[in-house]
């Protein structure tokens, strides 16, 4: 990391907009939903496939799944086996159904095209305060603040001095507002320029400091980059847990011709029998999974 700013060196957070954006410009990638004329059903589907997946992962899915349902009300005419199929290995297949739910509702609510505002995009199933300031932000150019967890740990350092980010709180939206210019296309491009920031350079682990547009101005940096403590939640180990009984008890009836299997066939070899009938049962209780005749299979 290079040598410590002096604290005369810091500037206020409004004075952050303009190296975000002179950085964004020359460093931003080329990714799917940031191309023009993407729209803002791409920029919904692809929000809630980037809950908690690298976008690695998730261009290819993306790709797929707007070739076969262009619009919501494509989806919205779809059965839901048929999202929950499509999600394939994704994780939090959740998020299939709630995003076929959400298709339904903006066929039937809003004439099969997704709302701007922020309030009736919030009224949407499986959209959050997140999702729904980057759909009006990103899709239609309004100006809000969006705050993810690479905003949040960008906003923690170069303001707060602070290693990590606290837990998420309100506060993260008031910080960024502060940041944010008048102009709403400066906006826009100030809460992608700190999304992208905190992704590929203000990283959680070993930071590429040299790279920072903000190293001359970042609080963390000025006072000598200190431990400040992590105390995120931390997400529960995957390997041998209810998640992955989850995942292998949807591979299979994904898997099989007619998408449904005898529930004693059901991953039958799996090593703990209560924490896969656990699994199925939390299945069922989401609506990701039916029985009907013996027979365990995906929702129609």
């Given at each position: 990391?290079?040598?410590?700013?002096?604290?005369?060196?810091?500037?206020?957070?409004?004075?952050?907009?303009?190296?975000?954006?002179?950085?964004?410009?020359?460093?931003?990638?080329?990714?799917?939903?940031?191309?023009?004329?993407?729209?803002?059903?791409?920029?919904?589907?692809?929000?809630?496939?980037?809950?908690?997946?690298?976008?690695?992962?998730?261009?290819?899915?993306?790709?797929?799944?707007?070739?076969?349902?262009?619009t919501?009300?494509?989806?919205?005419?779809?059965?839901?086996?048929?999202?929950?199929?499509?999600?394939a290995?994704?994780?939090?297949?959740?998020?299939?159904?709630?995003?076929?739910?959400?298709?339904?509702?903006?066929?039937?609510?809003?004439?099969?095209?997704?709302?701007?505002?922020?309030?009736?995009?919030?009224?949407?199933?499986?959209?959050?305060?997140?999702?729904?300031?980057?759909?009006?932000?990103?899709?239609?150019?309004?100006r809000?603040?969006?705050?993810?967890?690479?905003?949040?740990?960008?906003?923690a350092?170069?303001?707060?001095?602070?290693?990590?980010?606290?837990?998420?709180?309100?506060?993260?939206?008031?910080?960024?507002?502060?940041?944010?210019?008048?102009?709403?296309?400066?906006?826009?491009?100030?809460n992608?320029?700190?999304?992208?920031?905190?992704?590929?350079?203000?990283?959680?682990?070993?930071?590429?400091?040299?790279?920072?547009?903000?190293?001359?101005r970042?609080?963390?940096?000025?006072?000598?980059?200190?431990?400040?403590?992590?105390?995120?939640?931390?997400?529960?180990?995957?390997?041998?847990?209810?998640?992955?009984?989850?995942?292998?008890?949807?591979?299979?009836?994904?898997?099989?011709?007619?998408?449904?299997?005898?529930?004693?066939?059901?991953?039958?070899?799996?090593?703990?029998?209560?924490?896969?009938?656990?699994?199925?049962?939390?299945?069922?209780?989401?609506?990701?999974?039916?029985?009907?005749?013996?027979?365990?299979?995906?929702?129609?």
């Amino acid at each position: 990391m290079p040598d410590c700013a002096t604290s005369t060196d810091l500037a206020t957070p409004l004075d952050l907009a303009t190296p975000l954006v002179g950085w964004y410009g020359s460093n931003a990638r080329d990714l799917p939903w940031r191309r023009p004329g993407f729209g803002a059903w791409g920029v919904l589907v692809s929000e809630f496939m980037l809950q908690q997946t690298p976008v690695t992962r998730v261009i290819p899915h993306l790709e797929a799944w707007l070739d076969r349902w262009p619009t919501p009300a494509d989806l919205a005419a779809a059965p839901p086996a048929d999202a929950v199929r499509q999600w394939a290995n994704l994780g939090y297949p959740r998020r299939a159904l709630w995003l076929h739910r959400a298709a339904v509702e903006i066929r039937d609510r809003h004439g099969g095209v997704v709302p701007r505002d922020v309030d009736a995009l919030l009224a949407l199933t499986g959209i959050g305060d997140y999702t729904a300031r980057a759909v009006a932000v990103f899709a239609y150019g309004d100006r809000h603040p969006v705050v993810d967890t690479n905003t949040r740990r960008v906003l923690a350092r170069a303001i707060d001095g602070r290693s990590q980010p606290g837990p998420p709180s309100r506060r993260d939206l008031e910080a960024m507002a502060a940041i944010l210019p008048r102009d709403r296309e400066m906006a826009a491009l100030v809460n992608a320029a700190a999304m992208e920031l905190g992704a590929t350079v203000c990283i959680a682990r070993i930071p590429r400091c040299d790279a920072c547009p903000l190293r001359d101005r970042c609080a963390w940096r000025a006072a000598g980059y200190p431990d400040t403590g992590d105390d995120r939640r931390k997400q529960a180990r995957y390997e041998g847990s209810d998640r992955q009984a989850r995942g292998a008890v949807l591979k299979r009836l994904r898997d099989a011709a007619t998408h449904a299997v005898p529930l004693a066939e059901v991953v039958a070899d799996w090593p703990d029998a209560l924490q896969r009938d656990r699994a199925i049962d939390s299945l069922i209780a989401d609506g990701l999974a039916e029985v009907s005749d013996g027979l365990l299979h995906l929702p129609r």
